[in-house]
């Protein structure tokens, strides 16, 4: 099944509520052409209205523009503008098969019975649902109604297909092998689409790239590989995974430098901040040595795949985290050495101007 690839440009879109509540600050963001992008931030963050506005079900403010590919779509309403929509429920009929669900949408709009059974049957085959056309949504997995789902709501031919949270009912174990096979689907179904969720790791997982959002802003957009490691906010480093928060003196910030217990390490230029961010598997740990800084260990947990140390190093109010392979030789109450690689630190605070 042939699926259209368009861009989505969103030009200064803004939403403001009729009690004069902003949901959504004045936006652009552009989606490429089978891209999948992920809306990723907390709750009220915006990424929902912004959704919404995408697909019609909201009207943005006067100024706001909306574009699929070289179409204006700002006021034209939802069943005008060619999307798909995959919900957190999944909204399947549940008296109807399979099949039946996935072929809804074209009976409605009046595509003939031998079309029908033939984009349905090419959607069994695309989205792995074969022998289960006559299944009813209660005889399937979770994993199974999704691609019901998502085939349904491709199946009429959407020119941009938007999911918002569709993972977020799942408990945690199903949800992991879920957004593999959400993850594949979509590179299968080669569909530009836009994915909301507050899930980091489902973002990461899923999407080619990542707009964070907060207080109804786009912070930062880029690959999860990119903002993970060069958060240009520090709201994008401790959204984005685990964070130490350190703190330096007046002296240390004139001197360029981080105090770490009786190390002095380097700062690149540009971080002059009373306080940096690290991440607990960029800390360094070992044998105490020349130019490394001392700490204690407060607490070892094993979690698995890692080590995590709790350790309290002096000049540092607040205990540091790291992580280390799990079957690094330290124990609750060791002296160890540790150290920071000076590229390893991030901002805390946003740059001034």
Known sequence: MELERISVTIDRCSKTYADGTRGLQPTSLQVEPGEVL????????????????????????????ILFGDQDVTQRPVEQRGVGMVFQSYALFPQMTVAANIGYGLRIRGVSPQQEQRTVGELIELTRLTGLQSKRPGELSGGQRQRVALARAVAVGPRVLLLD???????????QSLREELADLLR???????????????AMA?????????????????????????????????????????QRSAQAIAEQVLLLGDARIAC?????????????????????????????????????DRVQLKL??????????ADVLRDAPFHTGDAVGIHIAPQALMPASEATP
Request: proline share 6%; net charge neutral.
């Open 206 to 246: 899923i999407a080619d790239r990542l707009a964070v959002m907060r207080a109804g802003q786009i912070v930062q957009v880029g690959g999860g590989e990119d903002l993970y490691r060069q958060p240009s906010h520090p709201f994008v480093a401790e959204f984005l995974g685990r964070v130490n928060r350190l």
């Open 188 to 202: 299968r179904l080669n569909i530009t689409a836009i994915h909301v969720t507050h899930d980091q790791q489902e």
């Open 268 to 304: 690149p230029s540009g971080l002059g901040q009373a306080a940096l961010l690290v991440r607990p598997e960029d800390i360094q740990v070992g044998a105490p040595q020349a130019g490394w800084g001392m700490a204690r260990i407060e607490q070892r947990t094993f979690l698995g």
């Open 38 to 65: 992920a809306l990723l931030g907390p709750s009220g963050c915006g990424k929902t209205t912004l959704l919404r506005l995408i697909a019609g079900l909201e009207s943005p403010d006067q100024g706001s523009r």
């Open 165 to 175: 949270e569709p993972l977020a009912a799942l408990d945690a174990k199903l949800k």
């Open 312 to 321: 309290r190093v002096d000049g540092q109010p607040e205990a540091i985290l």
